[in-house]
């Protein structure tokens, strides 16, 4: 069954760390590119990161130098590192996949995890 499950959310100090992970099953993820959107309360959905299938990344302007994304095609994972994280990075953090290459539109990606939530709070 094809699925994708997203894990490392939680409550993290304005400053602080977090590795968010994206694990896929039923599927060969070596063949998809790998993007991870936000939407905080009340936001549309955005593109944060992605990552292709030859490993090319990008970000979106204000995760820039503070987040990290990778990929683990062994583990079947995409993982985002982020650190210095705001109170403005507060959201649900989603992963989804589209076929070999990155889109920055939400729409041309055909397969979605459930999210984790990532809360930055003192």
């Known amino acids: 069954q094809l699925q994708l499950v997203e894990s490392g959310g939680g409550l993290v100090q304005p400053g602080g760390s977090l590795r968010l992970s994206c694990t896929g099953f039923?599927?060969?993820?070596?063949?998809?590119?790998i993007g991870w959107f936000r939407q905080a309360p009340g936001k549309e959905r955005e593109g944060v990161s992605c990552?292709?299938?030859?490993?090319?990344?990008n970000y979106t302007e204000s995760v820039k130098g503070r987040f990290t994304i990778s990929r683990d095609n062994a583990k079947s994972t995409v993982y985002l590192q982020m650190n210095k994280v705001k109170p403005e990075d507060t959201a649900i953090y989603y992963c989804a996949r589209r076929l070999y290459y990155c889109s920055g539109r939400t729409g041309n990606y055909d397969s979605w995890g459930q999210g984790t939530q990532v809360t930055v709070s003192s």
């Open positions: 039923g599927f060969t993820l070596d063949y998809y590119a």
């Open positions: 990552i292709n299938r030859a490993g090319s990344t």
